[in-house]
């Protein structure tokens, strides 16, 4: 087949437009193998959960046309402070988590032969920013967003950080979409782009850890997740 220098050319340069009009988003695995996090109301790690939904993310953001590194997928332990800044050159740093709850509300029951600790007191998804990342209105505005994006697919925010109580006392940054102000969080305030902290739900709720567990529900969520980047990094669907 016949070929022109002129047309090859063109259309390197159209497949480089589509792929350079995607944002670059970064996203965190919270916790490691060392530390995972929060043990659910079935003994499964938060780590785990947080991995899932990070790959189905990672699916979900590439489909939509994003560029997308992944921190801490390897499981190791790494300094908190060092995760951000690796996604230096990036659009938005997002940190997936699983949430849990004071200690004072935890009961237990024995799933499987095995004693475990679990609170069905709270439910749903939470977003955190911080005011001393120097992208704050970015951040929120990606924040709610998500927070938006999350509602709309059925999920409702938890809300109960915001409670006038010890360990948590959250401020609404943005009460609607379940976005809360964390000022000092490592991951956050450390970035150097905007950046916010996506709690997926309470996995100590035993309910709701059966919600996440299914492979559904985090396709949901990721293609939330993916649209609402979409929308306030302001790139093209």
Known sequence: MRTFP???????????????????????VGHYLGEPGVISARGATEFEYNLQLTREIEVALKHAGHRTLLIGDDGLGEDLSRRAPRASGMD??????????QP?????????????QYSDRFSGFSLFVSR??????????????IGRAMRQAGFVPS??????????NRPFA?????????????????????????????????????????????KRMAEGIAAAVGICLGWPA
Not at 159 to 168: C, F, M, Q, T, V
Not at 200 to 206: K, L, S, Y
């Open 6 to 28: 002129g047309a090859v050319f063109l259309a390197l340069h159209l497949i480089g437009s589509i792929e350079a009009r995607g944002a670059g988003i970064a996203v965190d």
């Open 92 to 101: 938005l740093f997002i940190s997936i988590h699983h949430d849990s709850v």
């Open 104 to 116: 004072r509300f935890f009961s237990t029951w024995t799933h499987e032969g095995v004693e475990r």
């Open 132 to 145: 001393v990342n120097s992208h704050t209105d970015a951040s929120l505005k990606c924040a709610s967003a």
């Open 159 to 168: 809300r109960y950080h915001a409670d006038p109580i010890l360990g948590e």
């Open 174 to 218: 943005d009460e609607e979409n379940g976005v809360h102000y964390f000022d000092n969080l490592a991951v956050l305030r450390t970035a150097g782009i905007p950046a916010l902290l996506f709690e997926a739900g309470v996995i100590v709720n035993r309910d709701e850890e059966l919600r996440l567990r299914d492979p559904a529900v985090r």
